[in-house]
């Protein structure tokens, strides 16, 4: 008598044990299809990112120009009010400023604790949240920078409408009239995709950016508008930075270190006037080649 051949298995078979059952051995194997779908459609995501990225980072190396920084005039001896001082970001760019010589004015809710942070700037109380107090300050300035933002999920009295519009208007218009020859406006991209009507949360937050953007152009103070895409805790210089015109939309992530370098740079280089831009990192060996990427970008419309 022949001995009888073993059954032949599966592979989803193979990984289970001869004492599983046969409905366990299904489950097994409809998970492990289902699991391979999954990674197949991600790994198409991923692809589209990473052609995406190309063409853009294409895109945005074909308008620098030499790679070799440009000049800048020194600003040591300038005074610029940052507004947000003592934010992720803001403080880099205090850091930055007082690095070259500038006098920076900041503000912060807790002015005594920014001072003792870092008591080379003057600091000022303000409570974007009460409009009154930002009176007076671009008086004796020179440039300012908005490196705020309404945190309204943490703190709920911290409206949209307030923090990111109201009394940042106010502050331009005041820094019109005491004749400030720039500021520098961090927002953030698909702020033009805005709903015009939103007022809470998020869709707030974008609405009111937008419409602060809009203030800032008319007002006729000349401008620089960053907007940057999904921040990062990253070193500053770690990776390199690119710059592509108007609103947008990149797969990628930028560091709060390289939007400071890119505000700091942008207040001394007059190519940086009159323009709206998307700020991102990108995987390049030239570093510094984003520099000269501010004489390429069109003048806003």
């Not at 000049?71 to 300038?78: F, I, K, N, R, T």
């Not at 974007?128 to 300050?137: A, D, M, Y």
Request: hydrophobic share 45%; glycine share 6%.
């Amino acid at each position: 008598m022949r001995p009888s051949k073993p059954a032949v298995r599966s592979a989803e078979q193979l990984l289970l044990p001869n004492n599983v059952d046969l409905t366990r051995q299904k489950e097994f194997a409809m998970t492990s299809m289902f699991r391979r779908r999954f990674l197949a459609v991600a790994a198409c995501f991923a692809f589209a990112a990473h052609c995406a990225n190309v063409d853009i980072m294409s895109k945005a190396r074909a308008q620098e120009g030499p790679s070799t920084p440009p000049e800048l005039p020194s600003m040591a001896g300038q005074t610029v009010l940052v507004l947000g001082g003592t934010g992720r970001t803001g403080a880099q760019v205090v850091e930055l400023l007082l690095a070259q010589g500038v006098k920076v004015r900041s503000t912060s809710r807790n002015a005594a604790k920014a001072k003792a942070a870092q008591p080379n700037a003057e600091w000022v109380d303000v409570d974007f949240r009460q409009i009154e107090s930002v009176k007076g300050l671009t008086k004796g300035v020179d440039k300012v920078v908005f490196a705020t933002g309404a945190n309204s999920f943490r703190e709920p009295d911290n409206t949209p409408s307030l923090v990111e519009f109201e009394a940042p208007a106010a502050i331009i218009d005041e820094a019109k009239a005491n004749g400030v020859k720039q500021i520098v406006l961090i927002t953030s991209v698909s702020t033009t995709a805005a709903d015009p009507a939103a007022t809470k949360g998020f869709p707030g937050v974008m609405r009111y950016k937008l419409d602060l953007e809009n203030h800032l152009k008319a007002s006729g103070v000349p401008y620089t508008i960053v907007r940057p895409v999904g921040l990062v805790n990253d070193p500053r210089g770690k990776d390199a930075i690119a710059l592509l015109p108007g609103d947008v939309q990149v797969p990628a992530m930028i560091s709060r270190g390289d939007v400071a370098l890119v505000i700091v740079d942008a207040l001394a280089n007059p190519d940086a006037i009159g323009k709206s831009f998307t700020a991102f990192n990108v995987i390049h060996p030239d570093k510094t080649g984003w520099k000269s990427q501010f004489a390429h970008l069109p003048a806003d419309k």
